[in-house]
């Protein structure tokens, strides 16, 4: 297999400065099915000096680029989205080992972002401040940072990557994108569709290649203005310390530990125990978990508790598990060999901690699972002490704890270091509303869980992150603003006499 060119540079793909290069596995059966460059910090100065070039030296056009402009483009980047929307989801869905219909739906989020993105752009415009006196003239503009790094995850690849790089462009920054070193395929693929585009050369440039490197080498770099990074909490740290020394403008999505409290309240007829159990269901084991938002802790009132956790272990046991494109398969396997290792290592632990096992907790068996799947595991009686509670797992693993109280509910919910998302399922319209304004997540959902907006903001609280991402917030993380105060009718101070 030869090594495709994904290092993408001022205009031009290359391999990386070393030569050296890296074996895309597919997760469903551990084998190599692509070859990419393996880039150094080296390759990550290259795009990064190729991006300052685009934003302020010769021509720095893009920025420059009228912004109805810039919004075409990103309109003609969704349209090619959609064009070649079976490709990429194919391409996803083998990279990061989703459902095909999961990255084919991922494939139409991404060309709406880049479309909310360039409508977004054309509105959000400065203001003109009444300064109170009309020998002044005062406007509030925004600019763009200029040269962005962005830093993605392996579970979303390409949506990660539209969240970022829509409002970049539409703000009329440069970028360096580097991908997960597990999951670049999807992310070479859109830079390719963003000069079919017609993006200027230099505008857009991606480093293929792992974090200890070209991420660190991008949040540490002087003449990068603002990093935005998606991933772990460990992983956002570093990038944080590691742009401290330049006061680089900073923005993290980091990991979740997300509750899905259920009252009683919800289940009170057949269809919505129903409902409620299903989206557990779907809160918790969708794309094997390996979701920041996973519903992953199940805070259920006690009564409702067996009845709850015996039909949800039901369910869990019958999800078919398999290739992304079989027929009739709803999930795939984890990611990578160490996605599995670290899934088996949290389940025993919980055990050992004392939670009791109601469904999952192997490795399925059969040749069709020869990769890195895992069963979806409900682990019941948890305790909020344990680590499988308090950690975030990023596999198909649910805890289940209980409350008697609405005042428990939320302390149980709240009692995590993170704040990304949660849910709250009640029959109650007062009390869902009361316990969603209590709890310290960045999205609540009610009798819901997972749909985004891409006009409401996404992130978190504590340490799921700084900023955020979509909405018109996702899109000021990339301007500066600057205040314009013009005098139009001069004179000397005389504050110094002499
Ligand atoms: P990760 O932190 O291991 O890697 C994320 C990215 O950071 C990769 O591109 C990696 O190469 C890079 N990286 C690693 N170390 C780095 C360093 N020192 N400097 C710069 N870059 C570095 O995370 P992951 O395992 O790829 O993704 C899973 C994590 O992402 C989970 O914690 C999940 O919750 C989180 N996530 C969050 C959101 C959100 O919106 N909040 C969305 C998706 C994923």
Redesign the pocket.
């Known amino acids: 297999m030869s090594a495709q060119l994904t290092i993408h540079v001022g205009g031009e793909w290359r391999a990386s400065a070393s030569g050296a290069t890296r074996e895309i596995l597919d997760p469903v059966d551990a084998t190599a099915f692509a070859v990419v460059a393996e880039g150094g910090a080296e390759d990550a100065d290259a795009a990064i000096d190729a991006a300052r070039r685009a934003f302020d030296g010769g021509r720095g056009e893009w920025p420059r680029t009228p912004v109805a402009e810039r919004a075409a483009l990103l309109r003609r980047v969704a349209g090619l989205l959609r064009r070649d929307r079976e490709e990429l989801g194919l391409l996803e869905s083998r990279d990061a080992g989703k459902t095909l219909e999961e990255g084919r739906v991922d494939v139409d989020c991404v060309a709406d972002a880049f479309t909310y993105f360039a409508d977004l752009v054309v509105n959000e415009n400065g203001r003109v401040v009444d300064a109170g006196s009309s020998d002044i003239h005062s406007v509030v503009v925004h600019e763009p940072v200029g040269v962005c790094a962005l830093?993605?995850?392996?579970?979303?690849p390409l949506l990660?990557a539209s969240?970022k790089i829509a409002p970049a462009l539409a703000a009329g920054n440069t970028f360096v994108i580097?991908?997960?070193?597990?999951t670049p395929l999807t992310t070479v693929a859109l830079v390719r569709l963003l000069t079919e585009a017609g993006l200027p050369d230099g505008v857009a440039n991606v480093v293929t290649?792992?974090?200890?490197s070209?991420?660190?080498r991008?949040?540490e770099h002087p003449d990068v203005g603002l990093v935005s990074?998606?991933?772990?909490?460990?992983?956002?740290t570093?990038?944080m310390r590691?742009a401290a020394d330049t006061v680089k403008k900073v923005a993290l999505?980091?990991?979740?530990k997300n509750p899905n409290v259920v009252f009683a309240d919800a289940c009170a007829t057949d269809e919505g125990f129903d409902t409620a159990v299903d989206q557990a269901l779907n809160a918790a084991f969708i794309h094997s978990g390996?979701?920041?938002?996973a519903g992953s802790r199940l805070i259920v009132e006690e009564p409702l508790r067996e009845r709850f956790v015996a039909e949800l272990a039901r369910r869990a046991e019958k999800i078919r598990l398999g290739r992304g494109t079989g027929k009739g398969v709803e999930c795939g396997p984890l990611v990578s060999a160490e996605?599995l290792a670290k899934t088996e290592e949290y389940v025993a632990s919980a055990l050992a901690e004392g939670a009791v096992l109601r469904a999952g907790g192997t490795r399925p068996d059969g040749p069709d699972h020869a990769g890195y799947f895992y069963r979806p595991t409900v682990l019941d009686r948890c305790r909020r002490h344990m680590r499988v509670v308090r950690e975030?797992v990023?596999g198909p693993v649910l805890t289940v704890e209980t409350f008697r109280t609405e005042d428990e509910a939320v302390a149980l919910a709240n009692d995590t270091e993170y704040g990304?998302a949660g849910a709250v399922w009640s029959g109650d319209p007062g009390r869902a509303r009361r316990v969603a304004g209590r709890l310290r997540h960045g999205t609540v959902w009610i009798n819901d869980y997972h749909p985004y907006l891409p006009q409401a903001e996404?992130?978190?609280f504590g340490r799921?992150?700084v900023g955020r991402?979509l909405g018109p917030a996702g899109l000021a993380e990339y301007r500066e603003t600057k205040h314009i105060y013009q005098n139009l009718a001069p004179r000397p101070v005389r504050w110094f006499a002499g």
Request: charged letters at 10%.
């Open positions: 830093i993605t995850p392996w579970n979303y990660q969240w580097k991908p997960s070193e597990i290649g792992p974090g200890h070209v991420g660190a991008l949040a990074f998606t991933g772990g909490l460990a992983s956002g570093k990038v590691a999505e980091l990991g979740g390996q979701v920041c938002s996605q975030e990023f990304l996404w992130g978190g799921s992150g991402e």
